[in-house]
Structures are given as C-alpha cells and as structure tokens.
T-cell receptor
Framework: AQKVTQAQTEISVVEKEDVTLDCVYETRDTTYYLFWYKQPPSGELVFLIRRNSFDEQNEISGRYSWNFQKSTSSFNFTITASQVVDSAVYFCALSEAGYSTLTFGKGTMLLVSP | EAGVAQSPRYKIIEKRQSVAFWCNPISGHATLYWYQQILGQGPKLLIQFQNNGVVDDSQLPKDRFSAERLKGVDSTLKIQPAKLEDSAVYLC?????????????FGPGTRLTVT
C-alpha cells in the first residue's frame, strides 16, 4: 500500500523568509511518480511538479526548488524568499507506475504574512 | 483553453436527501476523475473514467454514490441518500490520457454541506 505523510500541518513565515515543506512517502514499487500541488483559497489544485523514481536530480524553478532523496523516501519542497501570494495549502502526492490514481498527503497550510 | 468546469459551487442539503454534481472536463480529455476532499485532508479518488468506461471505482461507496459519463464528455456524480460524513469538497479533474505522465487538471470543486 502506498502512503504519503506531510507532518507539518501549518507553517507561518514572514515575507522573504525561506520555507521548506516536508514530504515522506511509502511504496513497494520501484517505479513511481511524486507530485506537488498547490491549493490556493479559491480551491483549485494547481500542478507544480512531477518527478519519477529514476530521476533524483534536484529541480529549481524560479523561487521553487525540490529535493528528492530515495534513501530517505523524501521529496521536500523549498520556497525561497516567500511572498504573500505563496499562501496556500500544499499537497504532496504519489502515483505508482501504470496507474493514474494519486495518493495525497494531508497537506501543509503555508501562511506568509507581510 | 477553458479549464475544468463544475457546478454548483456550493450546495447545502439535509441528511437523507439526494444531490448531484456536474463536471465538464477540458475539451478532448479522455480521462476524468472525481475526488472527495474532506476538510483538513488531501483529495481521495472516488472514480476514474476513460472515455465513458469506468477504470477504477474501488473507493466509491456504491451503496449511496453513483457516477456516469454517458457520452464520454460531461460527468455527473450523485449521492443518494446523503449522510453527514459526506460533507466535503468534490473535485473533478481531467487529463488527456491515463497514466501518471499526463497531468491532471482540477476544477474549482463543489462544496457540499450535509446538515
């Protein structure tokens, strides 16, 4: 069975601070995909990134970066110089190869204050 | 390109009543998903369609929930009769094809409150 754990329920930071959202996953498959989604107050889930299990290269996209470590089953997400618009709930998700089904964590609510 | 449309956005019903939600996916997307998101939790897949066929409905409470996608485009999710624990946001998503390589695009959701 697959499982995603986001231990941080809520994080509060002040604008321009860096913040890291943790994600730990469990799966028996050797081929799988990891995702991060953002859910702003409007409610729509917005896709941020997908990573497959064979690609452990870290990725940077603007102020966002992701650190994938198979040895610790973690896929952490860092926002550099946070902004108020980053305030949202962030979900980490897992999908096993060949299946579309996403297993989501419970989410981390990020509050960025001015 | 228009996104995934859902209606209504909000619905309040009493327990034991019935309710239906509608979803219009992105044009040309063959795969459609319904998720249930209970407050404070991540979305949970209820059912997945590929065109008008069901691919996965293993987590759909079939005694009270039903869903259809008759012409392989729009979809309707129904709850009959509703229970208090059905209070949640119901999200519809679509992707061009099946599989984790194809991004799922989500609609704004329908927030259901059962009193």
């Amino acid at each position: 069975a697959q499982k995603v754990t986001q231990a941080q329920t809520e994080i509060s930071v002040v604008e321009k601070e860096d913040v890291t959202l943790d994600c730990v996953y469990e799966t028996r498959d050797t081929t799988y995909y990891l995702f991060w989604y953002k859910q702003p107050p409007s409610g729509e889930l917005v896709f941020l990134i997908r990573r497959n299990s064979f690609d452990e290269q870290n990725e940077i996209s603007g102020r966002y970066s992701w650190n994938f470590q198979k040895s610790t089953s973690s896929f952490n997400f860092t926002i550099t110089a946070s902004q108020v618009v980053d305030s949202a709930v962030y979900f980490c998700a897992l999908s096993e190869a060949g299946y579309s089904t996403l297993t989501f964590g419970k989410g981390t609510m990020l509050l960025v204050s001015p | 390109e228009a996104g995934v449309a859902q209606s209504p956005r909000y619905k309040i019903i009493e327990k034991r009543q019935s309710v239906a939600f509608w979803c219009n996916p992105i044009s040309g997307h063959a795969t459609l998903y319904w998720y249930q998101q209970i407050l404070g939790q991540g979305p949970k897949l209820l059912i997945q369609f590929q065109n008008n066929g069901v691919v996965d409905d293993s987590q759909l409470p079939k005694d009270r929930f039903s869903a259809e996608r008759l012409k392989g485009v729009d979809s309707t999710l129904k709850i009959q009769p509703a229970k208090l624990e059905d209070s949640a946001v119901y999200l519809c998503a679509s992707s061009s094809r099946q599989g984790p390589m194809y991004e799922q695009y989500f609609g704004p959701g329908t927030r259901l409150t059962v009193t």
